[in-house]
């Protein structure tokens, strides 16, 4: 049990820093753009680019888990985005650094997903959601500490310090996890894409939580991305200070995760409303005042509900086909990617025309509409307390 709670610190730590490496870019693109003789525009391409990679390779990889072992493959992307990271501080023009980045993103693609169905693999059914939980707040307390970390490791080094202190650190962590995470061999005999999602598209209950978790990406993660330009509105605080008061939805999100546990006694579908209302009435809250202690509650509940729902989703995807969680994470992942690039592009139109405010009002009531239909959903499945038995 030991190994693999420090497995799940170690995968969890990977997580931070990948999708940190994302969200750093943020408050560099000034830098890049002034290093590179580019615009602010030219240098967002470079994090297009990731993107782009990280969303397709995530269905390219996740099946890659389940035919080769899910370890291998999840040491591998470990070290490739590693490396990548490094090599990032070479680039000299606008070219090279979106081939450095796109490539950097693929290998990224396998850490997440692969990572979820390996903590899906070595907890059981009373612990998994938990552990599942705790991973995915520190991805996005990552992702939401990032800015900080890239705003100050920029304004005291440069831009290439940013990705190269990230891509050092994740070596580090991608040498710790050979020695760490058990080597199992893949779950399926021969690697055939269309037969793997086939099955999974077959299956009328996974298919349902997906549309479920699409419109979470859309509703939650395409709205986080203004939360930093909401305040700034709302508050006289500067870039810095609103990439620390962020940090407080990963925080929510890690805090969630122990409650989590102290809460196993309930039903699992129960945590799909009291997700619901807890993001619901959070999201809302962000709108009402530039109070500081009011930001933090809601910024802290807002990621407190999002991993109680998305732990819940995500760990009810699992049990569904427990022989191919790789392909069944990679699913789940790219259903968040696409929810919340949707998301973010609707989003950025109604600000445009209706102001910012709307957003979070209309995303509060998704927020909680999905929690209220994932509770029915997951009731009507028959679950016990937290997971059925998965069986073979």
């Not at 939980?133 to 900080?148: C, H, I, R």
């Not at 709108?287 to 990621?303: M, P, Q, V």
Request: with cysteine; proline share 2%.
């Amino acid at each position: 049990m030991k190994k693999n709670s420090t497995a799940l610190l170690l995968l969890g730590l990977m997580g931070f820093l990948s999708n940190g490496d994302v969200y750093s870019a943020a408050p560099m693109l000034i830098d890049i753009a002034g290093d590179l003789q580019i615009s602010i525009s030219s240098a967002s391409l470079s994090v297009t680019a990731y993107m782009l990679a990280f969303g397709i390779f995530t269905l390219i990889i996740g099946p890659l888990g389940d035919r080769f072992g899910k370890s291998k493959i999840v040491i591998i992307s470990s070290f490739g985005t590693a490396l990548f990271s490094c090599l990032s501080i070479f680039a000299n023009n606008l070219p090279q650094l979106i081939v450095l980045r796109l490539i950097n993103g693929a290998f990224a693609a396998g850490i997440m997903p692969v990572s979820m169905a390996i903590i899906g693999e070595i907890f059981d059914d009373s612990k998994r959601q938990n552990a599942i939980a705790k991973l995915m707040g520190m991805m996005f307390l990552g992702g939401a500490a990032g800015t900080a970390i890239g705003g100050i490791l920029s304004y005291v080094g440069s831009w290439k310090m940013v990705y190269f202190a990230y891509g050092i650190a994740e070596l580090i962590l991608a040498v710790l996890l050979v020695f760490t995470l058990e080597k199992r061999s893949g779950t399926v005999g021969k690697l055939n894409y269309f037969k793997l999602y086939r099955a999974a598209f077959k299956k009328g209950d996974l298919l349902r939580l997906m549309i479920l978790i699409i419109v979470t990406g859309f509703c939650i993660l395409g709205s986080f991305t203004f939360t930093g330009d909401l305040m700034k509105g709302l508050t006289n605080l500067n870039v810095l200070q609103i990439g620390l008061l962020l940090t407080l939805f990963g925080i929510g999100g890690i805090l969630g995760s122990r409650l989590l546990q102290k809460l196993s006694h309930l039903p699992i579908q129960r945590f799909c409303l009291i997700a619901g209302v807890i993001g619901a009435v959070s999201m809302f809250g962000l709108t009402l005042s530039g109070n500081i202690i009011l930001l933090s509650l809601s910024i802290f509940g807002f990621g407190m509900g999002f991993i109680f729902l998305q732990s819940t989703l995500v760990a009810k995807a699992q049990s569904l086909m427990p022989k191919i969680k790789g392909t069944i994470m990679a699913l789940v992942s790219f259903s968040v990617f696409f929810g919340s690039g949707i998301g973010t592009m609707v989003n950025n139109k109604i600000i445009d025309s209706m102001g910012i405010s709307l957003v979070f009002h209309y995303s509060s009531l998704l927020f909680l509409g999905v929690g209220i239909f994932a509770f029915f959903i997951i009731k009507a499945q028959g679950l016990k307390p937290r997971l059925a038995k998965e069986g073979a």
